[in-house]
């Protein structure tokens, strides 16, 4: 069976930071803990998240700005408008 790639990107649920983020360690399940230096948060990192390039993102981001609606969102990038709406939530930017 082929091992799924870790999730790269570490992001503190807390403060939303990148940066100072550790490894942990694993618990039961195999998800992969995660520590915030800065706030000192434990967090977990959920492997079944898909996670979408950036490009993507960008794209859903400013779809989202434009005020296309969840059922267009759906169609268009084939997740819903919840899931945009936690990337820019989560500090996401639509870029210039
Ligand atoms: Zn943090």
């Known amino acids: 069976m082929k091992k799924a790639k870790e999730v790269a ?17 694993k618990n ?7 520590f915030c230096k800065d706030c000192k948060k434990y ?4 492997p079944k998240t898909r996670e979408y390039p950036e490009e993507v993102r960008q794209q859903a981001i ?12 759906g169609k268009i990038f084939g997740f819903s ?3 945009v709406y936690n990337w820019i939530k989560n500090g996401s930017k639509p870029a210039k």
């Not at 039961?28 to 995660?34: H, K, L």
């Not at 967090?43 to 959920?46: A, G, L, M, P, V």
């Open 62 to 73: 400013k779809t989202y700005y434009a005020g296309v609606s969840g059922r267009g969102m």
């Open 43 to 46: 967090y977990t990192i959920n």
């Open 81 to 83: 408008r919840a899931n």
């Open 9 to 25: 990107e570490r992001k503190c649920p807390k403060c939303g930071k990148t940066e100072n983020q550790v490894n942990v360690g």
């Open 28 to 34: 039961r399940s195999e998800t992969q803990r995660c």
